[in-house]
């Protein structure tokens, strides 16, 4: 989707972790608002969506000074003790304009100077590709997080047209596999997939996450009850995959080809 750009210039980047996300001490989003506009994003329920008074999706927030103001809280946080960052936790770090604004390279290049004890890259963008350089860099302190809802791409675009396409997305886990970075797919929300889905997967990565909406939403699936998504399910007749139970089935697929030790459940699988 096309957004609207506005130029911010924040007073802080580094926000401490709570939630689902307590397991860090810290969460980074270059960018505020996200031009994937997925319609299951959680973000759409909070605040940041609310208040706006826009479609989510429809505009978007670039960080001015971000590497800037970064460099000095990374260091004044590091002298407090451990650090670990999970970027992004309300946008995605490669939207499309970051192929111009390249926020989140220049974050990434501070944290190459001011290394954070661990990183997590959650994105859905082969834009992340583009800083293998840096991530290498990095070494064993940062894993990439590829979001893969579904192996079947007739199903993203159902959910989410203006995201990157699912075969780009494993071509770029494979690509940062072999540039020796740790990787690993989220399949948060599951979505339907085909009985193969695993067996992709593993050619590209070796450790998968499941998550959906009851668990990964933040508010045991109220946020996602108030968006209409089983709507959605039922224009396809897939009202079975919108449950509380329906992630097992992905779960016990990606156990029998990866191994039990190799497939984590919602919170623990994003964790540092």
């Not at 859905?124 to 940062?142: I, N």
């Amino acid at each position: 989707m096309a957004a609207d750009l506005h130029y911010r210039q924040p007073k802080s980047l580094l926000n401490k972790g709570t939630g689902f996300l307590a397991g860090y001490t810290h969460s980074l989003n270059p960018y505020t608002g996200c031009s994937f506009a997925c319609s299951y994003c959680y973000v759409r329920q909070m605040p940041v969506s609310l208040f706006r008074g826009q479609e989510w999706g429809s505009w978007l927030d670039v960080k001015l000074g971000a590497a800037e103001l970064l460099a000095k809280e990374l260091q004044r946080a590091k002298k407090k003790g451990k650090v670990t960052i999970f970027m992004s936790s309300s946008t995605d770090p490669y939207q499309p304009v970051e192929y111009k604004e390249r926020v989140t390279r220049s974050l990434l290049e501070v944290m190459v100077s001011e290394p954070p004890d661990f990183l997590l890259v959650q994105t859905r963008s082969p834009l992340v590709t583009r800083d293998t350089d840096l991530l290498q860099q990095l070494g064993d302190r940062v894993r990439v997080s590829m979001t893969v809802e579904t192996d079947l791409d007739q199903i993203r675009r159902h959910f989410s047209p203006y995201a990157p396409p699912i075969a780009a997305r494993l071509k770029a886990l494979e690509r940062l596999e072999e540039a020796g970075i740790a990787t690993q797919a989220a399949i948060a929300p599951v979505l339907p997939g085909s009985p193969e889905f695993a067996y992709k997967l593993a050619k590209v990565t070796n450790r998968v996450c499941v998550d959906d909406y009851f668990m990964g939403d933040g508010s045991g699936g109220k946020r996602t009850g108030r968006m209409g998504l089983s709507a959605l399910y039922r224009q396809l007749g897939m009202e079975e995959w919108f449950t509380p139970t329906a992630y097992l089935r992905v779960y016990e697929q990606m156990k029998e080809v990866f191994g039990d030790e190799h497939v984590f459940v919602s919170q623990e699988g994003f964790e540092p």
